[in-house]
């Protein structure tokens, strides 16, 4: 798994977050437009070729280096070496390892930062930038060390205060973000933690262009497991877009994760009054939280009502669930329907027998001897069997049925499990002046599945 990704929850078996919970933002502003410095630069280096450049990007400000300028780049780097210009060699090096960030190709990528940060030409600001940027590459190349030592003549550590170089550089926020991804690559876990906490404190406001460094705050918290502070970073997320349904489902996660359901409930009920999160697993998950709270009526209610509304599958798994959430509101009548329909779509014998012996509490023996022939219409597994024929003898009993009553409770005896009762009732029976044989094996309707080979 992605060390900055979601892990989703998991409640009763339904999986909550179907995305994960956060996107890891890999290179905040690293492409960031400077071309104005490179054409300076280009034009310093290439005085013959500098209307040819300033044809290509001045006059198409929007066009990016890989479509104007392709043919270009083996130009500049047969000719990087030779710039005499400190200025020149800064500029067109940090273009080039521009490029070949895009290219994906990092090893040549760093040369050319390294090359534009040596020529020590640039405004301290655009330097700061380039080294962020180095220290970026030197993380999806996998080497944190390396990257640390980028930045260490900058780094300002939250528990000071105070920087250790010379620029204050911890003003900027992507760069603490950075400085965090870092650490979290060393499994540094609690210098994390402050770093991030730092960044609260100096965070810029949340708008579109620094959302990606909220959900970088979102993802390295909850790598750390600092389910909080994440929270607090996902909060600000949402209400900054409350229209985006990854959001409220981050918050719910996150509820969940720090085991507080009645806040997760109050975030899933006022994502789903705005029309989101209305899909199978949060219908199944608004239900359980319901229930997790004490109140099962309410969510058997909500999930007969997403079952019937088609959000959640009307499947004998849910059915089961359905029949529990009744069962537990003491609400037995709407519980027995909703395990009927469990056992008939499931055709599990458990849920047979226990329908069943329910409806036998109740004397309602019509019904109980046909559920019983409805599981018996395919064979029994053996660990079932003798209970389901004494069950099938009962019923049949009661609805003044003695001989097939004495077969059943004769087949109920041969197989383990109900065998003694079986034999209770068929000595009754014999008192009552009903007699039969014995069979070698299981006779009626009740048959024994055959082992699998």
């Not at 998991?10 to 960031?32: E, T």
């Not at 705005?274 to 998950?285: F, H, S, T």
Request: hydrophobic share 45%; aromatic share 8%.
């Amino acid at each position: 798994m992605n060390p900055f990704g979601m892990r989703k929850v998991d409640i009763k078996g339904q999986n909550v977050v179907n995305k994960g919970l956060a996107r890891i933002v890999r290179i905040a502003r690293l492409m960031a437009s400077t071309w104005p410095i490179a054409v300076l630069g280009l034009m310093c280096a290439f005085p013959c070729s500098a209307e040819q450049y300033r044809s290509k990007l001045l006059l198409n400000p929007q066009t990016s280096l890989t479509e104007s300028a392709r043919v270009s780049i083996s130009e500049l780097e047969a000719g990087f070496k030779s710039l005499s210009s400190a200025y020149a060699k800064a500029s067109v090096g940090s273009q080039l390892a521009r490029h070949f960030v895009q290219q994906g190709d990092y090893e040549k990528a760093i040369e050319y930062y390294q090359s534009a940060l040596q020529a020590d030409a640039l405004a301290p600001l655009v330097a700061l930038e380039l080294r962020r940027e180095l220290a970026e590459i030197y993380l999806l190349d996998r080497q944190p060390r390396q990257a640390r030592l980028v930045l260490e003549p900058l780094v300002l550590e939250p528990q000071v205060r105070q920087p250790r170089g010379p620029v204050n550089t911890l003003t900027d926020a992507s760069l603490v973000l950075t400085q965090a991804r870092i650490q979290f690559a060393l499994g540094e876990y609690l210098p994390v933690a402050d770093t991030l906490e730092y960044f609260m404190q100096i965070a810029p406001l949340l708008q579109a262009a620094t959302v990606p460094l909220y959900q970088q705050v979102v993802a390295l918290a909850y790598g750390i497991q600092d389910f909080a502070l994440c929270s607090r970073a996902s909060k600000l997320l949402l209400e900054h877009d409350p229209a985006n349904p990854e959001y409220w489902s981050q918050m719910v996660s996150l509820q969940l994760k720090q085991q507080d359901t009645a806040a997760a409930l109050q975030y899933l009920m006022l994502a789903r009054r705005q029309g989101l999160l209305r899909d199978e697993a949060n219908g199944l998950l608004l239900s359980s939280l319901y229930v997790l709270q004490g109140n099962p009526f309410a969510g058997a209610q909500q999930l007969q009502q997403e079952m019937e509304q088609g959000i959640v599958a009307a499947s004998g798994e849910h059915y089961k669930r359905l029949f529990e959430y009744w069962w537990q509101a003491r609400e037995q009548g709407a519980a027995l329907s909703a395990l009927a329909l469990a056992a008939q779509r499931t055709g599990e014998a458990p849920l047979y027998l226990f329908w069943a012996q329910t409806l036998m509490q109740q004397s309602r023996w019509p019904e109980m001897q046909q559920a019983l022939l409805q599981l018996c219409q395919k064979p029994v597994a053996v660990e079932y069997l003798s209970r389901a024929n004494l069950l099938l003898g009962i019923s049949r009993y009661e609805l003044d049925q003695p001989e097939l009553a004495f077969q059943a409770f004769a087949s109920a005896t041969l197989t383990g499990g109900a065998n003694t009762q079986a034999g209770h009732w068929l000595r009754k029976l014999e008192a009552e002046g009903v007699n039969g044989s014995l069979p070698a094996r299981p006779s009626g309707p009740c048959q024994p599945r055959q082992p699998s080979s």
